[in-house]
């Protein structure tokens, strides 16, 4: 499932051929993927110029001029396709069957976007101008954004450390998180001391940018919008590796599994507390 430096791979590969754009053309060709589609999509998006592209937790935001947004979910195994029909003809990647098209747009430059998603666990859905949507409304801090403190962190430590705590961290890189700052994953949040708190946030916004530079990780079904695959599952540590040495120098440690909330986590128990 596409996290959150997959999505905002994702999202990097389509501001250039988005933002200031002009949707000259829509098309909705299925009624619905997890949730029904707006009924109004087709209508709102045409002649809609996208004057931002934002990304909130693992949503993609295009801010639509006058028209509120529109949000989108990856889901299980969405892809954002971008295709230049200038040349009347454009080569994909033949995995990438055609009848999985399910939302179709073309800029006022020829770019055509497709919602591609094999899966339908995707979402498409409008929000309302000056409104917030449902789903975004309960979201923790972003933790990319100059709100995620160790304060912030702290705050939302109540319980486990897990993806609904830290807006889109899923638990790849919680444990790759954990694992560098030297947290057991099974203590419970309320034992993580301020100095603790406050490296955990470092190592977690660093785990992240690596990942988004080497342009996500490519588990399963994702890929940039690009086509190309990411490279970050390489750097590793712990996550995937149970029964493997810990890379750590000299530690004698062997990578654990265990699970949490239906979710596994990673880590090695000599280098973790
Ligand atoms: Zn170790």
Redesign the pocket.
Known sequence: MPELPEVETVRRGLEPHLEGRVIARAEARRPDLRWPLPPDLVQVLTGARVVALRRRSKYILAELEHRGSLLLHLGMSGRMLIEDESQGAFHRDPAILPRHDHVVFWTDRGTRITFNDARRFGMVDLVAPGATHPLLAHLGPEPLSDAFTPEALAAALAGRLDQRIVAGLGNIYVSEALYRAGIDPRRLAGTVSAPETAALVGHIRAVLEEAIAAGGSSLRDHRQATGELGYFQHSFRVYGREGAP???PG???VVQRIVQSGRSSFF?????Q
């Not at 090695?268 to 973790?272: D, M, S």
């Open positions: 810990c890379p750590a530690c004698a440690g090695c128990p000599l280098c973790q």
